[in-house]
């Protein structure tokens, strides 16, 4: 029986575990108060919710589990920006708001950029608690991200890239 044999949280993190989760846990930082930047700029209620929701029941928890995770195993954790007050949208110049299209495609990128992230966490971990809790949160991102296109198609703000159709092919006489 070697040193990778036992309890996941008795074996110790290796440096791409420790910088993997460091840095992800710095991103979704950044992530919760540029969400709470957004949540003060969009006026659709819809948005909003979405917001809301992936803040505290994404960002907020993976950051609750993240710090732990490297308290636990001696790591030092990235600083935190400080959180955004609530603001009146009405008291936000016009041309200083991000509008909600904007916000969508953000927050959309932001999903698809994070379900990568994961993926790579989990193909590097030798840990199976840190693989196990990277796939939670690769099914939760890929959950929102669905919702979120469905958000998108429903106001109109998707755009699509130029659709490919099949051209019928000239009859031959």
């Known amino acids: ?17 420790v910088f993997g989760i ?14 709470q930047t957004f949540m003060n700029h969009t006026g659709d209620g819809d948005l909003r919710n979405f917001l809301e929701d992936i ?3 994404v960002h907020k928890k993976e950051i609750e589990q993240l710090e732990n995770m490297l308290k636990i195993n001696g ?10 007050p609530k603001a009146d949208l009405e008291s936000i110049p016009v041309g200083a ?16 950029t994070g ?13 199976e608690d840190i693989a196990t809790m990277f796939g939670q949160f690769h099914l939760t991102k ?15 703000w998707l755009l699509p890239p130029p659709l490919h159709q099949k051209t019928p092919e000239p009859a031959h006489v």
């Open 115 to 127: 379900l990568v992230i994961c993926s790579q966490i989990i193909g590097q971990s030798v840990r």
């Open 75 to 84: 790591v030092g954790l990235p600083p935190s920006p400080p959180e955004r």
């Open 142 to 156: 890929a959950t929102y991200g669905a919702r979120l296109l469905r958000i998108n198609k429903e106001k109109g």
């Open 22 to 35: 460091w840095s992800y846990l710095a991103g979704s930082k950044g992530k919760l108060a540029l969400y």
């Open 1 to 17: 029986m070697g040193i990778l044999s036992g309890n996941p949280q008795e074996e110790p993190m290796h440096y791409g575990e």
């Open 55 to 57: 803040t505290e029941n």
């Open 97 to 112: 708001r991000f509008n909600d299209p904007e916000i969508a495609a953000s927050v959309a990128r932001d999903i698809a």
